[in-house]
Nanobody
């Protein structure tokens, strides 16, 4: 069992930056695949970014490529999402997720554990 707790969300203006954190407890994240997803108002949950901890290989949604950076800290057992040049369309609840096989997945259904989410609101 892995428990995930997101933090760092908030209300910002377009062009600002935020860093989301996801702290894991219960198991080391070293063998997991980790992802960030988001769900905007009235929308389905969508992929944002993922990282394969064992290789540091990453993947990003086209909508955030070049603006967002996913990273992880093994010692703190924490995964981060640095979000730069935020846009109003980035407004959503952001969720951290982990999957046991350690692969790099971009689909919701492949993840085994989820946090409760943190709200990010970007005003224009």
């Amino acid at each position: 069992q892995v428990d995930l707790l997101e933090s760092g969300g908030g209300l910002v203006q377009a062009g600002d930056s935020l860093r989301l954190s996801c702290a894991a407890s219960g198991r080391t994240l070293r063998k997991y695949g980790l992802g960030w997803f988001r769900q905007g108002p009235g929308k389905e949950r969508e992929f944002v970014a993922a990282i394969r901890v064992s290789t540091d290989r990453t993947a990003y949604a086209d909508s955030v490529k070049g603006r967002f950076i996913i990273s992880e800290d093994n010692y703190k057992n924490t995964v981060y999402l640095q979000m730069n040049n935020l846009k109003p369309e980035d407004t959503a609840v952001y969720y951290c997720a982990a999957e046991r096989s350690g692969a790099l997945f971009t689909t919701v259904g492949m993840y085994d554990y989820w946090g409760r989410g943190t709200q990010v609101t970007v005003s224009s």
